[in-house]
Structures are given as structure tokens and as C-alpha cells.
């Protein structure tokens, strides 16, 4: 998998550099609520397409640095005297969901506190869809498209476009076919939203998390910004409208504001990793999983993790703490 990723990862920046010239360094975004296992591969694959990886940072973090450069309370010259911007970044891509509460201050950009879904994304919003127009094409014909591998992948692709369509309008006709034969089914949002009210209801769960991991309300949150394609919808916008009593705000890319994050980020940094003097913000991150260590519960009899670091601790953190074993090996 690690070596997959390196390839195309070294066929992207390939392409990069026939714009923007020799490319050897990189920062890399991941989202916030990926674990260590999952990092770390992700920075084996930058190395193995001949990458030297600056930093791993979060994406809702890139995205709230983009945000805050655009938006110039961010940099050396509000270093002195600044009022404290809250942001709480509302990330919800292609395949992952992530919610961070950070606090911008002169050039300090700082995490407060996270949450995420790595199993939640656009294309579950995508496979009710894909449900949805299967089973009208079974009603009618008795087929069940989804056995066919190329006819499922149109459906999928029909699926996305139905999605984006309902983003803009109020109804959307899909045609669904097998093999000369079709059907032309209407969807709209009201119904597409019914369909997905449940994951909706997932986002909205974890970002009441966050908040009070954050030990925060909304009245504390300054700037409520929406990052990742699926973030469009309208529903999404509607949802947290609701609950914030605030307007979200669309003024980056959902698309690109992480990308610019980063580039922001990989100037701020020199060779040897740290802020060089040209850079305008110095990002502080927190720990999206709680780390500890291993051992063998002789009360329970099983293995347990000893929490050393709690979730949402500023990083770089050190803890020491006793902790009694017995003979691991026993119990193997």
C-alpha cells in the first residue's frame, strides 16, 4: 500500500515540477484523525517518491493557516497585542471527516482540540445513492446492476454527479442502464438529504465532541470554516447554521485550502525543519489519540494501554509515569 501511494505520489509531483521547477521537499496533510500507523506510512510513502518530508500536519490545521493568511490576522506583525482568533474548521472530504477547534494569536496557530471519522466521507453520501438508484432499477426490471464490476462503477460515477447536481439545484434525473436497457430516475434533495440525515447526524455528534474537548461554546468560536468537497452541501451549511447561529464561511476553496496551507507551511520552514525567519505563523499541534504503552492486566487477565498522553495534549509532549509488569512473555 505504501509503495502504491509513492508512486503516485511521485507521478503527481512529476507533473508539479513541470510548472514549478525541481521539486525535492514537501510538507504532507493527513487528516487530523489519522493514528500513528497511519502517519508514518504516509510520510514512508513521501521518502520512497524521493521526497524529503518536512512535517506531517493536519489538514484542518493547513486549512485554518490559508485562512488566517488570507485573511491577515495571522503574521509576525500581529505578533504583539493580539486578541486571540478562534477558529473551528469543519473538514468533511472524499473519504474521511474532521472537526478542529484551533486558536490563532500574532503567529502562533494553535490546535485546541479534534475529533474525526476516518470512515466517514463523501462517498458514503455517494453509496445511498448507488442504493437508491439500484433498488428503483430492480422495481422496475428485476436487475440488480451492482454484480455487473463496470456497470456498479458507472453507477457510482452517476451516483457523484447526482450529488454535485443536487448541491445546486432542487431535483436531478439520473439515467441508469444494463445492457441496452434503461431507466431515468429522478432524485431530490429533499429525499437525497432524508437518505443521508443519519451520517449528517454523525458530523454533527463529533463536532459537540470537539467542542467540548475544547471546553468551548459557540459563542467562543470566531470563524466557522468549511474544508473537503463534500462540504458543499447544501445540507451541511444548513445544519450548521442551525446549530452555530453563525454563517459558515466558504471564502477558501474546500478544495484547495488545504493545498495552500501547506505551501504556506513548507515556506514557513528551513532545512533543519524549524520556523525560518521569513515564515508568518508557527503551527502547535495536539494529539488526536490518546498514547500509552502496553502491559498485561493480571486483574483482567488481558492486555491493556496505559494512557501516557492523553488525547488533545499540545505537542511536543513528555510524560513519565510508573508503570508495574509482569513477565509479558508468560503470556504470549
Known amino acids: 500500500s505504501t509503495r502504491k501511494e509513492s508512486s503516485a505520489a511521485s507521478d ?13 521537499e514537501a510538507v504532507i496533510t493527513v487528516p487530523a484523525f489519522f493514528d500513528e500507523g497511519r502517519r508514518k506510512a504516509t510520510q514512508d510513502a513521501g521518502k520512497l ?3 524529503n518530508v518536512l512535517d506531517i500536519i493536519n489538514e484542518p490545521t493547513a486549512a485554518a493557516l490559508a485562512y488566517g493568511a488570507q485573511r491577515g490576522f495571522i503574521g509576525f506583525e500581529n505578533e504583539e497585542n493580539a486578541e486571540p482568533v478562534r477558529l473551528l ?8 471527516f474532521d472537526v478542529t477547534i484551533l486558536e490563532v494569536k500574532g503567529r502562533t496557530c494553535r490546535a485546541i482540540a479534534t475529533d474525526g471519522d476516518v470512515q466517514l466521507g463523501g462517498k458514503d453520501f455517494d453509496e445511498r445513492v448507488v442504493e437508491y438508484l439500484a433498488e428503483a432499477f430492480i422495481k422496475e426490471h428485476g436487475i440488480d446492476i451492482r454484480a455487473d464490476p463496470a456497470e456498479a462503477a458507472e453507477l457510482w460515477i452517476s451516483a457523484e454527479k447526482a450529488k454535485h447536481a443536487l448541491s445546486a439545484r432542487s431535483k436531478t434525473m439520473i439515467v441508469v442502464g444494463h445492457r441496452g436497457v434503461r431507466s431515468k430516475v429522478e432524485l431530490t434533495r429533499a429525499n437525497f438529504e432524508l437518505m443521508t440525515k443519519d451520517l449528517l447526524a454523525r458530523t454533527e455528534t463529533t463536532t459537540a465532541i470537539v467542542l467540548k474537548a475544547a471546553a468551548k461554546t459557540w459563542d467562543d468560536i470566531d470563524h466557522l470554516l468549511l474544508v473537503g468537497g463534500a462540504s458543499r452541501m447544501p445540507s451541511v451549511t444548513a445544519m450548521l447554521r442551525s446549530l452555530s447561529g453563525m454563517e459558515p464561511d466558504r471564502s477558501l476553496s474546500p478544495d484547495q485550502a488545504v493545498a495552500h496551507g501547506a505551501a504556506i507551511h513548507a515556506n514557513n520552514l528551513s532545512r533543519d525543519g524549524k520556523v525560518n525567519e521569513r515564515g508568518i505563523c508557527e503551527l502547535v499541534n495536539v494529539n488526536s489519540h490518546s498514547l500509552g504503552v502496553r502491559g498485561y492486566d493480571r486483574a483482567t487477565k488481558r492486555y491493556a494501554n496505559a494512557v501516557m498522553i492523553p488525547k488533545n495534549s499540545e505537542l511536543p509532549c513528555r510524560k513519565s509515569k510508573p508503570v508495574s509488569y509482569t513477565h509479558l512473555r508468560a503470556h504470549e
Not at 474548521?89 to 474521511?96: A, E
Request: aromatic share 8%; no cysteine; hydrophobic share 40%.
Open 12 to 24: 503527481v509531483y512529476k507533473r508539479q515540477e513541470l510548472v514549478l521547477g525541481p521539486i525535492d
Open 89 to 96: 474548521v469543519y473538514d468533511l472530504g472524499g473519504g474521511t
Open 49 to 51: 517518491a524521493g521526497l
